[in-house]
């Protein structure tokens, strides 16, 4: 049995969204920059997919800006965020992302911004308080704080911290890459000046994500060299990921609450499982927590094991079975996660990562289950 428990890092592609895409590889190849016709039916699907991106998180399409993924969208709103607006001041969490962390910190050793980091607790929680101390003596900062943690799936209030950014007229981005096509995200009502998304974390394409940007917090543009995305991206657009991502999104309304459903009865019996099957089993932050943490994700702390040590993912893969993660610290075999570290996860123990998506069944919990038993030597 193949098992794929690896869907906070990508997902598998809806035969939907394929369709799709497919005549803009076949039929539709004009480049949209061009008067002629080839290049004005193009143009005219970009900014149909740009309207519907729009129209599903009430925002306008003058706010939607399709990027290369996440990662580039974050780093366009970080660094000409602070450009733009002259911030001499950042904030952030040490359980970002590399796309927001190392942005930040390159930021910071340029002598752009001074830098600072958020308290968080061993749970992953943020300490908001210390956010206003911080925004209180360092008004109109920039405020990068993620929706939800990739690795743990703590959820982050962005409407608390949207308003403390607000009282202190700072620029709130939020990576919102592991939430968006999972949750709703009502944009005219949410107080955040900036969020992205990566099609391939809701079933698009690799290579296509999109970048709001509030209408009255406007940017300069990180990429130069054509007037494509209303002046704010150079290049030709990525037609086949632009179709592909409003394709997915879309989607991914249609039915959110039948898809969360199902993601959290297999997320449930995951849990309810290893906490019968394996003793000693724990769990990272607060990713055993229904309500407060992405219901896609799981990360699983599992007992010291010199059989296992540093081999873990290896040897469950040897099972057919694809997950992800690591331990607070580095290993020969896996990389030291700077998450688990930041919330003093214990070192002797290796951490998995199974992030589940719509596909996902229960069979392959029970699967999964019984060849950790084996791995750990339960006997059953």
Known sequence: MRVYFDNAATTAMDDRVIAAMLPFMKEHYGNPSSVHSHGREVRTAIERSRKKVAELLNA???EIFFTSGGTEADNTAIVCGIQTHGIQHAITSPLEHHAVLHTLEECAKK???KLSLLEVNDQGDINLDHLQDLLRA???SLVSVMHANNEIGNINDLTAIGNLAREYDAFFHSDTVQTMGHYVHDLKNLPVDAIVAGGHKFHG????????????KKITPFIYGGAQERNMRGGTENVIGIIGIAKALEIAYEDMDGHRKHVEDIKSRFIE???ADIPGVEFNGLSAEMDKSLYTVLNVSLPPSEENGGMLLFNLDLHGISASGGSACSSGATVGSHV???IGAKADRDSVRFSFSRFNTVEEVDYTVEKLKELYGVIA
């Open 60 to 62: 306008t399409p003058a």
């Open 111 to 113: 002598g752009m911004v």
């Open 138 to 140: 360092n008004p109109k």
């Open 205 to 216: 394409p690799k290579g296509s994500g999109f970048l709001y940007v509030k209408k009255d």
């Open 273 to 275: 499982k290893l906490k």
């Open 340 to 342: 688990l570290r930041a």
